[in-house]
């Protein structure tokens, strides 16, 4: 499912609100992903673990569930509101 995201995505031009942020690839790990943050212009659900952590690190990594075209980003709040 992620692969045919490739064509949709778009990568961000200007600000974006994770600039300046890191990623790894899991829990306690020290390496660092290399990321290309993308226009946030397609809405999808994910499946998460509430854990987290003290900076509020998801504990697990996050999957892609479904993408939502019946959803525009205008219609959802965003993450934290």
């Not at 992620?2 to 609100?17: C, F, I, M, Q, T």
């Not at 509430?50 to 900076?55: F, H, L, P, S």
């Amino acid at each position: 499912m992620v692969r045919s995201l490739e064509g949709v995505l778009l990568p961000a031009a200007g600000g974006h609100p994770w600039a300046g942020r890191t990623f790894t690839a899991g829990w306690g790990s020290r390496d660092i992903l290399d990321v290309t943050l993308v226009d946030p212009q397609l809405v999808v659900e994910v499946d998460v673990d509430v854990a987290r952590d003290a900076a509020g690190r998801w504990r697990h990594p996050v999957r892609l569930h479904r993408t939502r075209l019946d959803l525009s980003t205008g219609s959802v709040p965003l993450f934290g509101e």
